[in-house]
């Protein structure tokens, strides 16, 4: 007579199996986050951080020249030096706030390049774990499907004999060593 198969715990394969679908479930909609992040803050630091330095940058130009245009007209008409002075300390202030508004547009762009070649590999392994869990993973719940198909069947073969299998009782398999 064929051995019987040792059967022990199909309850741990179906534990498993569950397990796993909902890790997939929970794992899925995580790495499309991480995506849409890095999307957003690509967007970020390319369209609205740029567009406003790049605004800022056009508005401190114009307030430098209009503090030397103050101070070439108080030196044509000869104010008094006190005015002068104020005007010269209005007009560095505004040369080192557009000096400033330089820097920063100059840090964006660096952060831009910086981000894409920081975040490329990153985003290429999230990708190749998205494909995995996608498609090998979706594949081993099928194969745990089968797998319980085909226990299911051996179970049922044998108790259509008026045998007992291991898996379905157990105590008895004990008594019976």
């Not at 199996?17 to 794992?27: E, K, N, P, T, W």
């Not at 762009?109 to 920081?118: G, H, S």
């Not at 979706?138 to 179970?155: E, G």
Request: charged share 30%; net charge positive; aromatic share 6%.
């Amino acid at each position: 007579m064929p051995e019987k198969a040792q059967i022990t715990s199909v309850e741990a394969i179906e534990s498993f199996r569950a397990q796993l679908i909902v890790f997939l479930g929970q794992s899925r909609p995580v790495l499309e986050e991480a995506g849409n992040e890095m999307s957003r803050t690509r967007l970020w630091l390319q369209n609205e951080q740029r567009m406003f330095w790049e605004n800022e940058l056009r508005r401190r130009e114009r307030r430098l020249e209009e503090a030397k245009q103050e101070l070439f007209n108080a030196k044509v008409s000869s104010l008094p030096t006190g005015t002068a002075a104020l005007l010269q300390m209005t007009v560095q202030r505004a040369q080192r706030a557009l000096h400033e508004a330089e820097a920063k547009l100059k840090l964006l762009k660096r952060w831009d390049n910086e981000l894409d070649n920081r975040a490329a590999p990153l985003m290429k392994q999230i990708g190749q774990l998205h494909g995995f869990l996608a498609t090998d993973m979706t594949r081993a719940v099928a194969y745990l499907d089968q797998i319980l198909r085909t226990l299911d069947a051996y179970r049922n073969v044998g108790t259509s004999r008026g045998e007992t299998t291991v898996a379905a009782e157990p105590e008895k398999a004990e008594e019976k060593k």
